[in-house]
């Protein structure tokens, strides 16, 4: 395997951002993606003194973790194994540890490829950053098992001979808005895996997977273990160390409990600082990823397991979606009292996750970019800095065959899919050798060049006929082109091959959008084993700022 590099996929403000365009870069408290700049946030980390107050729960949620680790390790079939995972997670105890944090939501079946390529992000630039600093650097990948959108990771997409066809749990479960983590699995995903297995190629690594699929099915894990044990099967060997926010006692802990309570309390400056961050955004002429009314505390509620949003209500609170109303102080003394009750959203889920860790930078995807450049000033509302923000690796995997494809038609990954349509057209009139385009020109030509003379003789003959003559001349116009589709028609049956490698091409590299956001690895992994995730471990980090071919 080996990787190429080319120009950048990202569009828009994470387009932008990636190529170090000044008036966006300074939306953002560092710079990207400049060493110096990871140094310089790794040095304002506090490292833990036991004489004062320690800044991040290091210790009590590195036992946490490693306990998970182990727990994923047993659901995926790995116990009695070296797990790296929990021996990371240890690290994370360490004074001076620092954390290079990514996250997504549960996928099924991991969901697609750029999933994979953010925790192998984390895992590089974790190694890169320890390098740089001489401290523990641990690469923790989020997992959202508090989102409730059950929609957006419950389908996936393979292929399968010259299409794509899509996996999905089609059963819906009853449970609305409760959070992945609370689900029970659906019950279709029996009927769903052997969909899927039945997608994928045979091969020596297939074995293992499977009977980690089978163990997974009939564990009590729910959708949200399903997807952490699959990752931590997939990258754990590697040192990713996977945190579920709903882990029992994490939101207990010190710095997470007084989190929801801070929020509350600091919820106009937050507010404030989330407008001036989305003004900003539209004022350099870009659609805000985010924007939420007066209404929103920027807070979720558990209540009887349904994820409701809090917001304003007169005086007080309410739950949307719901009759429950908090006065103030109900809602505050809940807040520091059962902080597991509450949840944040997409403003406030990263300064919890930045309470909790000691952050030096995370790996986002360009939706996450976009949002960051608007958080800024909430950080700051909440007494916190944003930490450096560094893209994910963004990739497209370039097949053998596929490769010879591209090298056969003299057509680059820039070619896909802008082009693809024009030179298909190209290849297939250099193989027309009736020369159809120029035969039926010179035959439209000629019926009017024919025709023209006699419609003009018939008009000053009489007026009353004269349309009648261009309404004939028409006829005979649209019968000839009718020829004309029928000879292309023709002509392209004949040349089927050509338009069936175009159309492969279309499909292996920019499906319906590029393909890190349509694809699962599974396929990709089962034909090329363990030497395409130590391949991806090898992308530079210098290499974030482009796109990676991942050759095969």
Known sequence: MSFERTGSIFSGLAGAYIQREAHVVSLFPYAFPDEEALALRASRIAVTDPSTTNPYPRSELSALLEAYQRRLAELAGLEGAFNRAADQARRLAEADSLAVVTGQQAGLFTGPLYTVYKAVTCINLAKRLEEKTGRPVVPVFWVASEDHDFEEISHIELLQGEKAVPVTVTSRPEEDRFAVGHRTLPEDLAATLEGFLSLLPQSEHRPPWEETWHRLLTSPAGPHEHFAALLHRLLGPYGLVILDPLLPGLKQLPGCASFFASVLENEVALREGLSRGVEQIRELGYTPQVEKGPEE?????????????????????RLRG??????????????????DLFSANVVTRPLLQDRLLPTAAYVAGPGEIAYFAAYRDVYSAMGMEMPPIVPRLSATIIEGFVDKLLERYALSFADVPAELEGRLKEELAAQDELGIEALFEELE?????????????????D???????????????AQARFLRQKVEHRHRQRCQDTRNHFRKLELHLWPTAPQERVYNIFPYLLKYGSSLIETLLEAPVEWLDSHCLIRC
């Open 463 to 477: 007026r009353q006929t004269e349309k009648l003559a261009e309404e004939n001349l028409d006829r005979v116009i």
């Open 297 to 317: 505390t920027n807070l979720f509620y558990f209540h009887q397991g349904r994820r409701l949003a809090i917001v304003h209500d007169g005086g007080g609170y």
């Open 322 to 339: 719901a009759e429950i109303a908090f006065s103030r102080d109900e809602l505050l003394d809940l807040a520091r009292r059962r902080p």
């Open 445 to 461: 030509s000629r019926v009017r060049s024919a025709y023209l003379p006699a419609v003009e003789r018939i008009a000053r003959w």
